[in-house]
């Protein structure tokens, strides 16, 4: 089974912190996805990837940036964090277009 | 521009009941077309998807899907409803190439009256 880890559930950071949500997943999938979800708005792309060291900008990437070192690993960076950071952050790997979530990073700046 | 609508944000059905959700999108080319399922607590994880071939495509749970080329839609059907069916849906699209991205539309909350 493909396998999408998340490195946090949970996260209360104060507004101005610098805030790393990671992602790893263990099947050599190409591309990977940042979401963040929101009630009534569904899913909205942050920032995905498609190899090491590329990264494309989705709908809502303004206050975001992300790393992508190695082909396992993908991180989404809020440099300075604001209470409408505040959200579910899904990130998801995808093999043939079919995506893979982790379980998800709740996110609370207060 | 890319996107993907579901018109209906809340739906509440009976047990039993038949199950019409409404998926339309825009995205340029050739398309593949998904429907996700969140059951309350869980991870997103697919109910079917549509790459090619057959227009009508079975998921699990018995869950069916119809792609209709000439009216951009990927409505997502099922007969009878159970309450186990409670969860929230999401459809998506994505391109054919390697590195396309995934967009999803708004969700769908599924009530089922036991």
């Known amino acids: 089974d493909v396998k999408v880890t998340q490195s946090s559930r949970y996260l209360v950071k104060r507004t101005g912190e610098k805030v790393f949500l990671e992602c790893v997943q263990d099947?050599?999938?190409?591309?990977m996805f940042w979401y963040r979800q929101d009630p009534g708005l569904g899913l909205r792309l942050i920032y995905f990837s498609y190899d090491v060291k590329m990264k494309e900008k989705g709908d809502i990437p303004e206050g975001y940036s992300v790393s992508r070192e190695k082909k396992e690993r993908f991180s989404l960076i809020l440099e300075s964090a604001s209470t409408n950071q505040t959200s579910m952050y899904l990130c998801?790997?995808?093999?043939?277009?079919?995506?893979?979530f982790g379980q998800g990073t709740r996110l609370t700046v207060v | 521009a890319q996107s993907v609508s579901q018109h209906n944000h809340h739906v509440i059905l009976s047990e039993a009941a038949s199950l019409e959700l409404g998926c339309n999108y825009s995205?340029?080319?050739?398309?593949?077309l998904f429907w996700y399922v969140q059951y309350p607590g869980q991870h997103l994880q697919l109910l079917l998807k549509y790459f090619s071939g057959d227009p009508l495509v079975k998921g699990i749970k018995g869950f069916e899907a119809e792609f209709i080329k000439s009216k951009f839609s990927f409505n997502l059907r099922k007969p009878s409803v159970q309450w186990s069916d409670t969860a929230e849906y999401f459809c998506?699209?994505?391109?054919?190439?390697?590195?396309?991205?995934?967009?999803f539309g708004s969700g769908t909350r599924l009530s089922i009256r036991p």
């Open positions: 998506a699209v994505n391109g054919d190439s390697s590195a396309s991205k995934i967009i």
């Open positions: 099947m050599d999938h190409e591309n």
């Open positions: 998801a790997s995808t093999k043939q277009g079919r995506a893979f």
């Open positions: 995205y340029g080319g050739t398309v593949n």
